[in-house]
Every structure is written in structure tokens, then in C-alpha cells.
Nanobody, 119 residues
Framework: QVQLVESGGGLVQAGGSLRLSCAASGTFFSINTMGWYRQAPGKQRELVADITSGGSTKYADSVKGRFTISRDNAKNTVYLQMNSLNPEDTAAYYC?????????????WGQGTQVTVSS
């Protein structure tokens, strides 16, 4: 199993920045893709950005050029630098990791961290 602990959420004014972190721990053999999803009230959870263990990244169109995902494989930690935030970015942000525990590949999720952007 993998435990994912997110940090870095909070309240910020429009145009501001936040940096989210997600650290993975537990009993797993390896982690492949790590990523960030978000869910606003009344909306479906959506991919924000993800990154493979090799460093390949993918972004939602709505955050391209504003958000940057990175990871430290040695620390099993993924980061999301969020710049030029706007009220539409307000949501609960969840970390996801695709991990292998030698019996197969599984998805792990964090508990979420709230990001609120005021206008």
C-alpha cells in the first residue's frame, strides 16, 4: 500500500502562487506516474497534471503555461507549482500515484488539500 500526504494548499488572491507537495510512503516496490487532480463543488474530478518516473509530463489545457509539475524520485515526492492563479482554480486538489507492490499496479490517492483563490 501507499500513503500520500499532500500539503501546501490555502487561500490566495487572484494572480498569486501556491506550491503543492505530495509525499508517498508505505510498502511498495515502485511508483510510475504521479499526478494532481482537482475537484470543484458540483464538478467531476479532473486531471490537472501528471508526470512519469522518467519525467514526461501532461497538463490540462486550462493550466498550461501557469502550472508546473515536478518530482523527486529519491523522495517519492511530487510537486505542483501554481502561478497566476484565478478563481476558476478553486478546488480540492488530490495527489495520485500509480504504484506496484509486486502483485500488480494500483492507484493510490491522497486525502486532498483545498486551494481557494479569491477575486
Amino acid at each position: 500500500q501507499v500513503q500520500l500526504v499532500e500539503s501546501g494548499g490555502g487561500l490566495v488572491q487572484a494572480g498569486g502562487s501556491l506550491r503543492l507537495s505530495c509525499a508517498a510512503s508505505g510498502t511498495f516496490f515502485s511508483i510510475n506516474t504521479m499526478g494532481w487532480y482537482r475537484q470543484a463543488p458540483g464538478k467531476q474530478r479532473e486531471l490537472v497534471a501528471d508526470i512519469t518516473s522518467g519525467g514526461s509530463t501532461k497538463y490540462a489545457d486550462s493550466v498550461k503555461g501557469r502550472f508546473t509539475i515536478s518530482r523527486d524520485n529519491a523522495k517519492n515526492t511530487v510537486y505542483l507549482q501554481m502561478n497566476s492563479l484565478n478563481p476558476e482554480d478553486t478546488a480540492a486538489y488530490y495527489c495520485k500515484a500509480v504504484f506496484n507492490d509486486r502483485s500488480g499496479w494500483y492507484n493510490g490517492w491522497g486525502q486532498g488539500t483545498q486551494v481557494t483563490v479569491s477575486s
